[in-house]
């Protein structure tokens, strides 16, 4: 199984060792001509979503992305990645808009509002979540499953091939929710 | 500063990972940072360029200023307060700034001490020239680091030399056998725990960017494939005759530093660099400033 891995802006050295931890074969994604090899999934990581947004119209992934992910392709966004896959943005601008959820920018404040906690997560557990200058979720369309949620607010959803989450699992040194996107991958 | 606390400092500068961070004095420039990509900004009344010319002391920016600049963007704010004061990092602290940068740009509080930094919820970046100056901030609590180089200058020679330094330094304790440690943290003047650290990952255990002296995409490109992080930019943007074009061209530049045909095509047309000051020409090296 073969994960390509955005590595535009941010922490995508973590994703992929976190998946290499896993089995999983991965690549990272620079530029287009890296989407011409065969793979089974996809990872946005965190990082400043507007640099990222900024990036994928600038190296022309955007659209190639945006159609792959409308046409089923698995997909795991954490942090800024869950900024980048929603239709809905407030404080900011939506990019890849596939997902039908509203990301609230900045939902915790700035880095003196960041925090590590542990809460439960649809059919995985109680997870470890670190939560960095993190976004969070509103208006979960009707198609979107909460997965998991955080003093009232939601924090990680799925529709359908497409998993979000407002918090680094890559960070927490549990790989859990990385074998959770790699069933997701193989059941696809 | 609690141990969770210290870590989530740690992991917001990776977040920063291959990005630019730029050198902003308005609430304008800021947003021009913002649109071209940047992944936070440093707030400051005059950029490294300005501070050699004007001379005199120069000190923590008005917190008016840094509250404008907050406002008008939503990626992370930087600020920075002088070499071992304390009480202007406690005020960054209260303007719940995203990162305190203890600058040797600014004209030095303290000629003996750093802040202890451990005392701080907010991060602190460090400036550093080799592994012992990197691995003492990192010990009084620095979350990240960069590269002196040589601030407001335009010429990136100090900036490839603290890169290749600290680089090598580290291959070096990387290759040492386990009772050579010892002496080498009694060499370098650091805690052996954290020579220990080096030795067994082979890097320091924060991110390190490159700052001082960036000017054109390719500078950045060359910090980033001498091992840089990611990549501060000073002067170089807003003293440049085009500077949301050049800021654009930079962003890009660091996210495919090894791409010679992009880097050809986001070297091209974007106008006028800073001119620039030779390091070797002036007196004031900023490097030499806290140890």
């Given at each position: 199984?073969?994960?390509?891995?955005?590595?535009?802006?941010?922490?995508?050295?973590e994703?992929?060792?976190?998946?290499?931890?896993?089995?999983?074969?991965?690549?990272?994604?620079?530029?287009?001509?890296?989407?011409?090899?065969?793979?089974?999934?996809l990872?946005i990581?965190?990082?400043?979503?507007?640099?990222?947004?900024?990036?994928?119209?600038?190296?022309?992934?955007?659209?190639?992305?945006?159609?792959r992910?409308?046409?089923?392709?698995?997909?795991?966004?954490?942090?800024?990645?869950?900024?980048?896959?929603?239709?809905?943005?407030e404080?900011?601008k939506?990019?890849?808009?596939?997902?039908?959820?509203?990301?609230?920018?900045?939902a915790?404040?700035?880095?003196?509002?960041?925090f590590?906690t542990?809460?439960?997560?649809?059919?995985?557990?109680?997870?470890?979540?670190?939560?960095?200058?993190?976004?969070?979720?509103?208006?979960?369309?009707?198609?979107?499953?909460?997965?998991?949620?955080?003093?009232?607010?939601?924090?990680?959803?799925?529709?359908?091939?497409?998993?979000?989450l407002?918090?680094?699992?890559?960070?927490?040194?549990?790989?859990?929710?990385?074998?959770?996107?790699?069933?997701?991958?193989?059941?696809? | 500063?609690?141990?969770?606390?210290?870590?989530?400092?740690?992991e917001?500068?990776?977040?920063?990972?291959?990005?630019?961070?730029?050198?902003?004095?308005?609430p304008?420039?800021a947003?021009?940072?913002?649109?071209?990509?940047?992944?936070?900004?440093?707030?400051?009344?005059?950029?490294?360029?300005?501070?050699?010319a004007?001379?005199?002391?120069?000190?923590?920016?008005?917190?008016?200023?840094?509250?404008?600049?907050?406002?008008?963007?939503?990626?992370?704010?930087?600020?920075?307060?002088?070499?071992?004061?304390?009480?202007e990092?406690?005020?960054?602290?209260?303007l719940?700034?995203?990162?305190?940068?203890?600058?040797?740009?600014?004209?030095?509080?303290d000629d003996?001490?750093?802040?202890?930094?451990?005392q701080?919820?907010?991060?602190?970046?460090?400036?550093?020239?080799?592994?012992?100056?990197?691995?003492?901030?990192?010990?009084?609590g620095?979350?990240?680091?960069?590269?002196?180089g040589?601030?407001?200058?335009?010429d990136?020679?100090?900036?490839?030399?603290?890169?290749?330094?600290?680089?090598?330094?580290?291959r070096?304790?990387?290759?040492?056998?386990?009772?050579?440690?010892?002496?080498?943290?009694?060499?370098?003047?650091?805690?052996?725990?954290?020579?220990?650290?080096?030795?067994?990952?082979?890097?320091?255990?924060?991110?390190?960017?490159?700052?001082?002296?960036?000017?054109?995409?390719a500078?950045?490109?060359l910090?980033?494939?001498?091992?840089a992080?990611?990549?501060?930019?000073?002067?170089?943007?807003?003293?440049?005759?085009?500077?949301?074009?050049?800021?654009?061209a930079?962003?890009?530049?660091?996210?495919s530093?090894?791409?010679?045909?992009?880097?050809?095509?986001?070297?091209?047309?974007?106008?006028?660099?800073?001119?620039?000051?030779?390091?070797?020409?002036?007196?004031?090296?900023?490097?030499?400033?806290?140890?």
């Amino acid at each position: 199984m073969k994960i390509g891995v955005l590595a535009l802006q941010g922490a995508f050295a973590e994703h992929v060792s976190m998946l290499e931890s896993l089995g999983a074969e991965t690549f990272e994604i620079q530029k287009l001509s890296y989407l011409e090899q065969p793979f089974e999934g996809l990872i946005i990581p965190g990082g400043e979503s507007t640099t990222i947004s900024k990036l994928l119209r600038g190296l022309d992934l955007f659209a190639e992305l945006q159609s792959r992910i409308a046409g089923g392709l698995p997909v795991m966004g954490t942090c800024a990645g869950l900024i980048i896959l929603a239709k809905r943005v407030e404080g900011g601008k939506p990019c890849l808009a596939t997902m039908d959820i509203t990301a609230v920018r900045n939902a915790y404040g700035r880095q003196l509002g960041s925090f590590e906690t542990t809460t439960t997560f649809a059919k995985v557990g109680n997870v470890p979540m670190t939560f960095i200058r993190a976004p969070c979720v509103r208006d979960p369309g009707a198609g979107v499953e909460v997965l998991s949620v955080v003093d009232g607010r939601i924090v990680a959803v799925r529709e359908k091939n497409q998993l979000a989450l407002a918090y680094h699992p890559e960070l927490t040194g549990d790989v859990r929710i990385h074998q959770y996107f790699l069933d997701m991958v193989a059941e696809s | 500063m609690t141990e969770i606390r210290q870590k989530l400092n740690k992991e917001l500068a990776q977040m920063f990972k291959r990005g630019v961070i730029m050198d902003v004095t308005t609430p304008e420039q800021a947003k021009i940072a913002e649109d071209a990509g940047a992944c936070a900004v440093m707030a400051l009344e005059r950029i490294p360029a300005d501070i050699r010319a004007a001379g005199g002391v120069s000190r923590m920016s008005d917190p008016k200023l840094i509250k404008g600049i907050q406002a008008a963007v939503s990626i992370p704010v930087m600020a920075k307060v002088r070499i071992g004061h304390f009480v202007e990092a406690q005020i960054l602290e209260a303007l719940e700034i995203d990162y305190i940068d203890e600058s040797e740009v600014l004209t030095p509080a303290d000629d003996v001490y750093h802040i202890d930094k451990t005392q701080f919820k907010v991060p602190f970046v460090c400036g550093a020239r080799n592994l012992g100056e990197a691995l003492r901030r990192i010990a009084e609590g620095a979350t990240m680091i960069r590269t002196k180089g040589e601030a407001g200058t335009g010429d990136i020679m100090q900036a490839v030399r603290h890169m290749r330094t600290m680089n090598s330094e580290i291959r070096q304790i990387a290759y040492m056998r386990g009772d050579e440690l010892y002496e080498a943290a009694k060499q370098l003047q650091v805690p052996y725990d954290l020579i220990r650290c080096v030795h067994e990952s082979s890097r320091l255990p924060v991110v390190n960017f490159a700052a001082g002296g960036v000017a054109t995409p390719a500078d950045a490109a060359l910090m980033m494939q001498l091992g840089a992080e990611g990549i501060f930019v000073g002067s170089g943007i807003f003293k440049s005759s085009n500077p949301a074009k050049r800021a654009e061209a930079v962003v890009q530049a660091v996210t495919s530093y090894q791409d010679a045909k992009m880097l050809a095509e986001l070297s091209e047309d974007i106008g006028e660099a800073m001119v620039g000051i030779n390091t070797e020409e002036i007196s004031t090296l900023m490097a030499e400033r806290g140890k």
